[in-house]
């Protein structure tokens, strides 16, 4: 893991691509066993590692005494889409508890909005949410703009 630490948001550390052998192992321990194809379309699949992990918006949570990897998301910033000039998309989070899972993603909204980020966007599927997810989407004001992408507004100016 890359010494890198944002000290606004300790819980998290910045992922490097050193750090791709720990996520697929992570990520290939929690898939499905009995689907030999799973890894090919995943969003934690090595190509998909190999551009996120580079870009130093993907974080992970570790265990403060063990360093232990406990969850992580892969994250990425894009520029001018539907009229906002940053946009952070987050293709894939992971965590060992749903609460973790959700805390990942409260923390990038939360990481987001310090940095100026305007929009953070997400895949989601209503039917498959945890209710702790439900929390953050409630707490942060999320909305559905499609009918699988979930935005949260990160500047106090948004709609």
């Known amino acids: ?26 990520s290939r321990r929690r898939a499905d066993a009995k689907d030999p194809f799973a890894e090919w379309s995943a969003p934690w699949r090595k190509e998909s590692l ?19 990897l406990l969850g992580y998301v892969l994250a990425q ?22 609460v973790l899972a959700s805390e990942l993603v409260d923390t990038m909204i939360r990481i987001s909005r310090e940095k100026h980020m305007q929009r953070v966007l997400m895949d989601f599927n209503p039917a498959k949410s945890d ?12 909305r559905m703009i499609e009918s699988d992408i979930l935005e949260f507004a990160t500047t106090k100016t948004s709609n």
């Open 131 to 142: 209710p702790s997810l439900s929390d953050v989407i409630r707490l942060r004001n999320g």
């Open 50 to 68: 190999e551009h996120y992990l580079r870009l130093g918006w993907s974080m992970a949570r570790r265990d403060a005494s063990s360093g232990q």
């Open 1 to 26: 893991m890359a010494d890198q630490e944002n000290p606004r948001f300790p819980e998290l550390q910045i992922l490097s691509p050193q750090d791709q052998d720990e996520i697929l192992t992570f």
């Open 77 to 98: 910033p894009f520029l001018f889409f539907r009229g906002f000039t940053q946009t952070v998309w987050i293709e894939h989070f992971e965590a060992e508890t749903s």
